[in-house]
């Protein structure tokens, strides 16, 4: 069995669609199945509110059953426990993280964290705020894709008239460059936090990165967002938030936390879009988006310095089902 040093957690990050919750739940089973206690602790920004269990692929019926299960042996941080109005940034998201990966270390638990951007991962046990590198925003980019220019202007007067005042025409007439000055004035505005927890600074990352090959993906991510489009219960979320939310498409700060396939079905329930409009543009951003995160997966491995995992050390007998049934796994 596989097993984290003492002081160390394990980062499972890696595009969508690539089985990153199929492999932290069969870990956590195989600790929890040896009287191990764990700690899955999500950093999808999107999974943390309570409107889209469904949509946001939550997984929330892979979890349950361990908790009830194995009871308090199991710790699951960061699903479905906010709801939409109620702020959730990246500073919120890294600071929430870290206070739960010292109480669980405090704990002897086995640490999984899981799901989001490889940003979030690799700022984990940066224990000081840094200014000079500040990371792009998913929760942002994914608002900015559906956002005119004058919206996009609107967006940042509201947070720094200044930032808006000091930029060119041309920049501001530039949606990318509109959309990082939005970025780095929000940084500046929650003023990412310091954690000066010092057996936070001194614990070991390891990182588990699924293997996939590209054409695989791609299919597996076009099939799984065809389903979710069918899904009753994924129109059934989306309808409740324009009922409860009306102004939501028109409202950046509520717009920022949807999950992918949030706009589009709204687009589709209200006429705007025929059925294969919202179908394509759903693909298209969520391969969009796997894209980036394969990116930033190369990277990592390409860094001497990451602890990589493979899968013959964390699954040395055999390789879980949930994780053989999808497709680019090697």
């Not at 840094?130 to 956002?147: H, L, Y």
């Not at 989306?238 to 939501?248: F, H, K, R, T, Y």
């Not at 190369?298 to 990589?308: C, G």
Request: charged share 20%.
């Amino acid at each position: 069995m596989y097993q984290l040093p003492s002081s160390s957690l394990l980062s499972i990050t890696g595009p969508t669609g690539s089985g990153k919750t199929a492999a932290a739940a069969a870990l956590a089973r195989q600790w929890l199945e040896n009287n191990l206690s764990v700690a899955i602790i999500s950093l999808d920004s999107r999974q943390v509110y309570q409107e889209f269990p469904v949509l946001s692929v939550a997984d929330l019926d892979i979890w349950q059953p361990l908790q009830r299960t194995y009871g308090e042996r199991l710790r699951v941080y960061n699903l479905s426990s906010l709801r939409l109005h109620e702020d959730w940034s990246f500073g919120v998201l890294l600071t929430s993280a870290r206070e739960q990966i010292s109480h669980s270390l405090k704990q002897g638990r086995q640490i999984i964290a899981v799901g989001g951007t490889c940003v979030c991962h690799e700022r984990l046990l940066q224990t000081q705020g840094d200014f000079t590198n500040i990371p792009p925003d998913d929760n942002v980019r994914f608002a900015a894709e559906n956002m005119s220019v004058g919206e996009l202007q609107e967006w940042l007067k509201k947070i720094d008239t200044s930032v808006f005042n000091s930029m060119n025409p041309s920049d501001r007439a530039n949606p990318r460059r509109l959309v990082r000055k939005i970025e780095i004035a929000l940084a500046h505005k929650l003023h990412l936090p310091q954690h000066n927890d010092s057996a936070l600074a001194s614990m070991t990352q390891y990182w588990y990165l699924p293997n996939v090959e590209a054409t695989s993906l791609r299919a597996r991510i076009h099939q799984r967002v065809q389903q979710r489009l069918a899904d009753p219960q994924c129109q059934r979320e989306v309808s409740q938030v324009l009922q409860d939310w009306p102004e939501i498409l028109t409202t950046p700060k509520l717009l920022s936390r949807v999950p992918l396939g949030f706009v589009q079905l709204a687009r589709w329930q209200q006429k705007e879009w025929t059925q294969q409009q919202a179908l394509t543009n759903w693909q298209n951003a969520e391969w969009h988006y796997a894209r980036q995160q394969l990116t930033w997966s190369k990277k990592l491995r390409a860094d001497h310095h990451t602890h990589l995992v493979n899968e013959g050390e964390l699954f040395p007998n055999e390789t879980p089902v949930s994780l053989r049934d999808i497709g680019g796994i090697n």
